[in-house]
């Protein structure tokens, strides 16, 4: 049985409602999942002025513990075509488990949201890999045997880099059963990859 850890940021719970879609697929692929977030950055005062989700279920990460799962899918929103600064801190902290090779051989992915269709989704995925593949991991996505990402019917975030959603300007688009089922294929994928791996 694998061990996979989904860590996540996210400031409104798109990506959180992802998150816990990843979660499910992996646990349906017969994973030990863990769901955790990294760290809010912004002033409490400020977060609450700007209506962010204060009130997620996930406790918060800490650094050392990564190294305990066969892998890790990261979800974060896109700020400005990459990576929100909250995960990005955090992973600015993994240079020890980096020395040690701590990572290496284990599966990482990544899935994101977005305020709009071209609002960064593949650049935040690809922009994330590099640090994957620094860390040693074997980088994971969303393959197109998931069909549902090249539906025309509707709207959809997505890519075979990963699962993605989109939350419109003013952040009321929830994820779209679509853009769910995708988050969840991408789990149960990761999960039987690193259960290979690990055996």
Request: glycine share 14%.
């Amino acid at each position: 049985m694998a061990k996979v850890l989904v860590l996540y940021y996210s400031a409104y719970g798109h990506v959180e409602a992802m998150a816990k879609a990843v979660a499910e697929g992996a646990a349906s692929a017969g994973a030990e999942v863990a769901i955790r977030r990294v760290p809010e950055l912004v002033p409490e005062d400020v977060a609450k002025a700007s209506h962010y989700k204060l009130d997620q279920d996930a406790p918060v990460a800490t650094v050392d513990e990564l190294a305990d799962y066969d892998a890790i899918i990261f979800g974060a929103g896109t700020r400005f075509g990459t990576v929100a600064s909250q995960m990005r801190n955090f992973i600015d902290q993994t240079g020890g488990l980096w020395a040690k090779g701590a990572l290496v051989g284990k599966v990482g992915s990544v899935f994101t949201s977005t305020a709009t269709q071209h609002g960064g989704q593949e650049s935040t995925i690809l922009g994330f890999v590099p640090t994957l593949m620094h860390h040693g991991m074997v980088v994971v996505g969303l393959p197109y045997a998931f069909a549902g990402q090249s539906g025309l019917g509707e709207i959809l975030g997505g890519s075979p880099y990963g699962a993605a959603t989109i939350t419109g300007g003013d952040g009321s688009r929830m994820p779209s059963e679509v853009e769910l089922d995708g988050a969840c294929y991408q789990g149960a994928h990761v999960a039987k990859i690193a259960a290979r791996l690990a055996g």
